[in-house]
C-alpha cells in the first residue's frame, strides 16, 4: 500500500478499523481552555496555545494524488486540475488552512504525491496573486525510523516538497512502536530551530496525548493539536477521554473524517454506494441503517437553507475547540464545505443528532487510537 496506513477522508491516512463502545450522552463544555484565543475577527482560532491561528475549517490532502485508496487507484491529468481547483476555491472561500503528511499520496512509489501537489498550488497561486496558507504536514512513525534526527531529517524532506522554511504545523501521523519519547523530542527541536510554528500529535490516545504533552511542556513547548478520527457516527474522542482531555489541556482537537468519508454527505445510498476500499466500510446495509440520520440531517439544514454535508461539518464545530477538516477532491465541495461556517446548530438540534446517531452501528477506526 505504498507505505500509506489509510484513514478518513480529509484527514489522518488512517485505515479504518472495527470498535467504538457505547456510552452515556456526551455534552460539550460549555467553554475550553483554547477557546479564548479566537482572532479578533472570528474567522479564526489559535492550534492549542501556540500562537499559530488557522481557520475553524480546514482541508484534508489525503486523496490528492493518491492512487491506493481515493481516485479509483488511478491519477491522471483531470484528477490534478480537480485538485487545484479545490485548493483555489478553499482560498477563494476563506479557507487557508491544509492538511497533509509524507505518506499521502503515492510519493514513495516515485509518483507525485500530496505535499509536491499543495508546494506546487500554493506557488502558482503566489506568482498570480500574494496568498498566505497554513500548512500542517506529518512524520509517519515507522519502525525503522528511530530518534529525534529521524524527525528532523523528515521534517526536511517535507519542506523540500512543500517548498518552503517552515510550517503552521508538524504532527506525529501516529504513535510510534518504539521510540516516541525521541520523537517528541524531535518535534521539540524542530520548534526550537524554527522549522514550524507548532507541533502536534495524531490518533493519540488520552495517556499519550497527556505523556506527549507533559514531555514538551518540560522543553517549553506546547502540544498544539491532536488530529482524531471524529464525526457525528465516530465519537470515540468524546468517549474515550480524548476530547475531554484536550479540552482540559488546551490542545485542539483537529477531526479527520468528519464527513465518514462521504457516508453523511447523503451522497450514497442503499443502492448506491461508494465505490473501491470505502465500499467495503459503508456497505448496502449500513447505508440502509444509516437512512433515518441523513433524513434527520436533511430536514435540520433545510431550516437554515444548508446541505447534509454542512449541517454535519457544523455539528462539530458546535462541540468547540475542534477544527474539522474534510478532504476536497474540487472546487465544488471545497465551496460547500465553506458553507458550514458563519452559522450554528442550536443545542437541542446538536443533541437530537448525536441521539439518533447513536442507533447507527459505530464505523471503523484506527486501532492505535486505543493504544
Known amino acids: 500500500m505504498a507505505l500509506q496506513v489509510a484513514g478518513g477522508a480529509g484527514c489522518c491516512g488512517c485505515l479504518p478499523l472495527l470498535g467504538q463502545r457505547r456510552t452515556a450522552a456526551f455534552r460539550p463544555p460549555r467553554a475550553v481552555a483554547s477557546e479564548g484565543a479566537a482572532v479578533e475577527d472570528g474567522s479564526k482560532v489559535m492550534l492549542g496555545g501556540s500562537g499559530v491561528a488557522v481557520t475553524k475549517l480546514g482541508i484534508g490532502a489525503w486523496s490528492w494524488g493518491d492512487t491506493t485508496y481515493w481516485n479509483d487507484f488511478e491519477w491522471d491529468d483531470r484528477k490534478l486540475k480537480d485538485a487545484k481547483g479545490a485548493f483555489d476555491a478553499s482560498v477563494d472561500s476563506g479557507i487557508t488552512f491544509f492538511d497533509t503528511a509524507e505518506v499521502y499520496g503515492a510519493g514513495v512509489s516515485g509518483a507525485i504525491n500530496s505535499e509536491s501537489l499543495l508546494g506546487r498550488f500554493i506557488k502558482e497561486r503566489k506568482e498570480k496573486e500574494g496568498v498566505e496558507v497554513a500548512i500542517a504536514t506529518k512524520f509517519a512513525a515507522l519502525p525503522w525510523r528511530f530518534g529525534k534526527g529521524s524527525v528532523i531529517s523528515a521534517l526536511k524532506g517535507s519542506l523540500s516538497r512543500l517548498g518552503v522554511s517552515s510550517v503552521e504545523?508538524?504532527?506525529?501521523?501516529?504513535?510510534?512502536?518504539?521510540?516516541?519519547?525521541?520523537?517528541?523530542?524531535?518535534?521539540?527541536?524542530?520548534?526550537?530551530?524554527?522549522?514550524?510554528?507548532?507541533?502536534?500529535?495524531?490518533?493519540?490516545?488520552?495517556?499519550?496525548?497527556?505523556?506527549?504533552?507533559?514531555?514538551?511542556?518540560?522543553?517549553?513547548?506546547?502540544?498544539?493539536?491532536?488530529q482524531v478520527n471524529y464525526s457525528l457516527i465516530y465519537r470515540n474522542p468524546e468517549e474515550n477521554g480524548v476530547k475531554a482531555a484536550c479540552d482540559e489541556l488546551g490542545i485542539t482537537l483537529i477531526a479527520y473524517s468528519p464527513i465518514a468519508q462521504g457516508a453523511l454527505t447523503g451522497k450514497y445510498t442503499p443502492a448506491n454506494p461508494p465505490t473501491g476500499p470505502r465500499g467495503r466500510i459503508y456497505t448496502s446495509d449500513f447505508l440502509s441503517k444509516l437512512q433515518p440520520l441523513i433524513n434527520k440531517i436533511r430536514e435540520i439544514g433545510g431550516s437554515y437553507d444548508k446541505t447534509p454535508t454542512q449541517v454535519v461539518l457544523n455539528w462539530l464545530i458546535c462541540q468547540g475547540n475542534v477544527i474539522p477538516i474534510p478532504g476536497a477532491k474540487n472546487a465544488e465541495q471545497a465551496w460547500e464545505f465553506a458553507g458550514a461556517l458563519g452559522w450554528l446548530l442550536t443545542e437541542q438540534e446538536v443533541e437530537e443528532l448525536r441521539s439518533m446517531a447513536r442507533?447507527?452501528?459505530?464505523?471503523?477506526?484506527?486501532?492505535?487510537?486505543?493504544?
Open 359 to 371: 442507533e447507527v452501528k459505530p464505523v471503523m477506526g484506527f486501532p492505535v487510537e486505543k493504544l
Open 169 to 226: 504545523s508538524y504532527q506525529l501521523h501516529w504513535p510510534g512502536i518504539w521510540g516516541n519519547e525521541g520523537y517528541l523530542d524531535g518535534l521539540a527541536d524542530a520548534y526550537e530551530q524554527g522549522l514550524v510554528k507548532s507541533v502536534g500529535v495524531s490518533n493519540y490516545s488520552e495517556k499519550r496525548l497527556r505523556d506527549a504533552h507533559e514531555r514538551l511542556k518540560k522543553r517549553g513547548v506546547p502540544l498544539a493539536s491532536n
